[in-house]
């Protein structure tokens, strides 16, 4: 989940339904917000809120969602943690030249960090589905395996940029939004050897996020949110949003967008 704002979290803008006939908007009322220090990203795992930014990690209690309440709160010593996929005991985040940051959220209450994993380029965004991890790079996007969760280890990487990933492990499947248009990885295994290759793409425009909703593969750049169907990268759908994009989250019939100002 990745809902971004400037001094609160939890402030939903607009939903997009998926209809058969096309495409709905949505207004959404604010239930309730945890004041904090700016957060670049977000995850919400067994009813808390992972939120991540300068030098910061915090754990958000939503067992009453109109008083969502700061229960654990952590500096890793990282300068921005620009993303977070929490998974099980452990939380990964994108820390830029840090790397991969791992933190043990075993006890909520209690964040510590674990250790940073170092890739080849500043990493943007990190996310995680079964035991692989995508890192997005502004060079490329890197695998890692977490057979061990608290120690991701290198599997392969990819030559092309993307500012965010969304892992499809089931399909063996990293969608992501790429820095010169849309693309799927595919991950193939050969006598231990892990390799990446590039399955299809859609355009050469930047994107910014995406998102992956039941057959559907969810963008945004800008203004713009565009659906692809997710078997062929063929366009479903676009709709023009108020403001500007600055977070995405989708499920099988919806998708929830932050905007930058207003609604």
């Known amino acids: 989940m990745g809902l971004f704002h400037r001094q609160t979290l939890l402030a939903l803008c607009a939903t997009i339904a998926f209809a058969s006939q096309g495409l709905v908007a949505q207004t959404l009322t604010v239930r309730g917000t945890a004041p904090l220090s700016p957060r670049q990203g ?53 820390g830029q030249s840090s790397g991969v940051v791992v933190m043990d959220i075993s006890d909520p209450s209690d964040p510590s960090w674990v250790r ?7 990493v943007l965004h990190v996310a995680v589905s079964d035991t692989f991890l995508a890192a997005a790079t502004g060079l490329n996007v890197t695998l890692f395996g977490l057979r061990t969760a608290d120690t991701p280890h290198l599997l392969t990487a990819f030559g092309r940029g ?40 859609y355009g050469s425009t930047e994107y910014t996020h995406v998102a992956l909703g039941g057959s559907y593969v969810n963008l945004a750049q800008g203004l713009s949110f565009t659906a692809l169907r997710a078997s062929n990268y063929t366009l479903a759908g676009q709709y023009g949003a ?19 100002a207003g609604v």
């Not at 108020?242 to 499920?251: C, D, E, T, Y």
């Open 242 to 260: 108020a403001g500007q994009i600055r977070g995405l989250v989708s499920r099988a019939s919806f998708s929830i967008i932050g905007l930058a």
């Open 116 to 122: 940073n994993v170092q890739a080849s380029s500043p």
């Open 42 to 94: 977000a995850d919400v795992q067994d009813g808390i809120v992972y939120a991540v930014g300068t030098n910061s990690f915090a754990a958000v209690s939503l067992g009453n969602p109109s008083i969502p309440e700061v229960i654990g709160q952590v500096s890793p010593g990282i300068a921005t943690l620009l993303s977070v996929d929490a998974n099980g005991d452990y939380a990964y985040c994108a």
């Open 162 to 201: 993307a500012n965010r990933v969304i892992v499809d492990a089931a399909n063996r499947k990293i969608h992501c939004a790429g820095t010169s248009g849309a693309f799927v990885l595919v991950w193939t295994v050969s006598q231990g050897n892990v390799t990446l290759s590039e399955d299809d793409d």
